[in-house]
């Protein structure tokens, strides 16, 4: 079973930056994609960041493009999202989630194992 567990959330001001990480306990993880969706109250969840198998292609939501840097460490078996000039409209719950059989997809359907979020509030 794929476990994974966020952290890094927390409460900042506008232009700050935060780091988020995903910790992935599974034999496999060198295989799977990962993705950082996003739920901010009263919203669908959406995407914010995907990246592949070995790291080499990555994809962004055009809300989060030239802000947002996601990476994956297979060795540490993590994916982090380093977040810079933060507004407050990405304040939400910040989910990881992993993807078994491979390419890079921005719906949340396409994935297959979620964590349980980390909350990112960002003040004005």
């Known amino acids: 079973q794929v476990q994974l567990v966020e952290s890094g959330g927390g409460l900042v001001q506008a232009g700050d930056s935060l780091r988020l990480s995903c910790a992935v306990a599974?034999?496999?993880?060198?295989?799977?994609?990962m993705g950082w969706f996003r739920q901010a109250p009263g919203k669908e969840r959406e995407f914010v960041a995907a990246?592949?198998?070995?790291?080499?292609?990555?994809y962004y939501a055009d809300s989060v493009k030239g802000r947002f840097t996601i990476s994956k460490d297979n060795t540490k078996r993590t994916v982090s999202l380093e977040m810079n000039s933060l507004k407050p409209e990405d304040t939400a719950v910040y989910y990881c989630?992993?993807?078994?059989?491979?390419?890079?997809?921005?719906?949340?359907?396409?994935?297959?194992?979620w964590g349980q979020g980390t909350q990112v509030t960002v003040s004005s």
């Open positions: 599974g034999r496999t993880f060198s295989t799977y994609t």
């Open positions: 989630a992993a993807r078994v059989d491979g390419g890079i997809y921005s719906s949340s359907a396409s994935y297959d194992y």
């Open positions: 990246i592949s198998r070995r790291g080499g292609s990555t």
